[in-house]
């Protein structure tokens, strides 16, 4: 699985941004695709996830009422619409790929990673 995520940079608080997930060798075909992030020195964070047919969609506490996570999959590509974002959104933003249609929160349902985004908000 090659998982290209970008979309990331710098941005004022109260902004958004948009991060978008391309797996190009369609490992997510059946397959549920999310986002974790981590910031330096903290563990790896679940942000959503979200199943293979665009339902099943599970948000982290943190992130609930201000993200939308969604999914192409005529593209093989899953996004990430960050609203109002705060400067504790500050991390690295990973996508990745479960080995089944659903998945949950636990770093354990995921299978593959992409490189991280990063994702920098000022405040």
């Known amino acids: 699985v090659q998982l290209q995520a970008s979309g990331g940079g710098l941005v004022q608080a109260g902004g958004s941004l948009r991060l978008s997930c391309r797996d190009s060798r369609r490992t997510s075909s059946n397959n549920a695709m999310g986002w974790f992030r981590q910031a330096p020195g903290n563990e790896r964070e679940f942000v959503a996830a979200i199943g293979w047919r665009g339902s099943n969609i599970i948000y982290g506490d943190s992130v609930k009422g201000r993200f939308t996570i969604s999914r192409d999959n005529a593209r093989n590509t899953v996004y990430l619409q960050m609203n109002s974002l705060k400067a504790e959104d500050t991390a690295a933003y990973y996508c990745?790929?479960?080995?089944?249609?659903?998945?949950?929160?636990?770093?354990?349902?995921?299978?593959?990673w992409g490189q991280g985004t990063q994702v920098t908000v000022s405040s």
């Open positions: 990745a790929v479960a080995l089944r249609p659903v998945a949950g929160a636990a770093i354990s349902d995921w299978r593959y």
